[in-house]
Structures are given as C-alpha cells and as structure tokens.
C-alpha cells in the first residue's frame, strides 16, 4: 500500500509538471527547429 501511495505521488507530480510548462515544451521544439 504505501508503495502504491509513492508511485501515485510520482505521477500526480509528473502530470502538474507537463501541464505547469507548456511554455518550456514549445522552447525544445524550437530549439530542435534551430539546431
């Protein structure tokens, strides 16, 4: 149980993370475009 309660920590945080940057997801297309 507790090392359910871990990995869905680690997911919630991996999706605030994605959602939080959308901004830095355009920079790296960019930066692939560039290079």
Do not use: F, I, V, Y
């Not at 990995?7 to 605030?16: A, I, L, S, V």
């Amino acid at each position: 149980m507790g090392d359910k309660g871990s990995r869905d920590k680690g997911k919630k945080e991996q999706q605030k993370k994605a959602q939080k940057t959308p901004k830095e997801k355009r920079a790296l297309k960019n930066a692939k475009k560039n290079k």
